[in-house]
């Protein structure tokens, strides 16, 4: 089971640029540090509180946010620099 998880957080982690939060029944270090050492972002164990898990995915969310406005200003400097 546990290479399953593995392999799909890899194969996810090429295809997607979103963060990647596995949200789980499965407790324990080795799940845990697998999916990260995987790609994942964040790894909550179900019984936690939804709370957590909001504002888990809402941080997640708002780096994403923020690393996507900087990739733009980024790309429009290599631009104008191109254009120069």
Excluded: C, F, N, Q
Aim: aromatic share 6%; glycine share 2%; no cysteine.
């Amino acid at each position: 089971m546990l290479e399953r998880y593995r392999s799909y957080t890899r194969t996810s982690r090429r295809r997607i640029t979103s963060p990647i939060l596995v949200y789980t029944v499965l407790e324990g270090e080795l799940y845990e540090t697998s999916s990260l050492d995987a790609g994942a972002d964040d790894y909550i164990v179900k019984k936690a509180p939804i709370s957590i898990l909001l504002s888990r995915l809402h941080a997640h969310l708002r780096r994403s946010e923020r690393d996507l406005v900087l990739a733009a200003k980024a790309e429009r400097r290599v631009a104008s620099a191109a254009s120069l």
